[in-house]
């Protein structure tokens, strides 16, 4: 098993450009979830997923987009890019809520 | 609200020393906690956690238990190496969400 992956690893773009990210994993969860990690604020929550074609969002969802179209994939855009959504970004799946989160390796995005 | 507090870093031991990280949490019912660490380029692993009070979680090591009439739940171990030197969060799970805390650096010295 390769648990949660994320694509890409590292990312730079500028002020106003768009991108996904994009996360998989291969053991059968429900839910999935995006956090964005920066100093000193611990994982904030930005959009989670309790199942194929369903999406909510977290505690910092604006500027952000996403899709569960697959069981196995939660995607994450960005429409127009920010230096404010400079951060790293971590993927997790769970089968439940009642059940730990695997994370994934992270995204480190630069946005200048 | 719900959130979770807990001791700002880094935090500096020596090889073998005993590790105290505190984390304190403020929940309107009854969450279950949990420690999570992330090493040097890596995603978060859960370390352990515990999901009622008076529960003591463990692993690796590593110890903390549940105390509700301090609202606490702070991670111990005995004797830490190298190979500990990580970031350390707390967090606890409400419902369907899970409040990380600011997360803890620790420098283990050979």
């Known amino acids: 098993n390769a648990g949660v992956t994320q694509t890409p690893k590292f990312r730079v773009l500028k002020t106003g450009q768009s991108m996904t990210l994009l996360c998989a994993q291969d053991m059968n969860h429900e839910y999935m979830y995006w956090y964005r990690q920066d100093p000193g604020m611990g994982l904030r929550l930005i959009h989670y997923?309790?199942?194929?074609?369903?999406?909510a969002k977290g505690e910092v969802p604006d500027g952000y987009n996403v899709s569960r179209l697959k069981k196995q994939n939660f995607l994450l855009g960005l429409e127009s890019a920010a230096p404010s959504q400079t951060s790293v970004y971590f993927c997790?799946?769970?089968?439940?809520?009642?059940?730990?989160?695997?994370f994934g390796p992270g995204t480190r995005l630069t946005v200048t | 609200g719900n959130s979770v507090t807990q001791m700002e870093g880094p935090v500096t031991l020596s090889e073998e020393a005993f590790l105290t990280i505190n984390c304190t949490y403020t929940?309107?019912?009854?969450?279950?906690l949990f420690w999570y660490v992330q090493y040097p380029g890596e995603g978060l692993q859960l370390l352990l956690k515990?999901?009622?009070?008076?529960d003591k979680g463990s692993n690796k090591g590593f110890e903390a238990t549940y105390r509700k009439e301090t609202t606490s739940f702070h991670l111990e171990k005995g004797s830490v190496q190298v190979s500990d030197s990580a970031v350390y969060f707390c967090?606890?799970?409400?419902?369907?969400?899970?409040?990380f805390g600011k997360g803890t650096r620790l420098h283990i010295l050979p």
């Open positions: 929940a309107t019912g009854y969450p279950s």
């Open positions: 997923s309790v199942g194929e074609g369903t999406t």
């Open positions: 997790a799946s769970s089968y439940s809520t009642s059940y730990e989160q695997y």
């Open positions: 515990a999901t009622k009070a008076d």
């Open positions: 967090a606890l799970k409400f419902n369907d969400k899970i409040i």
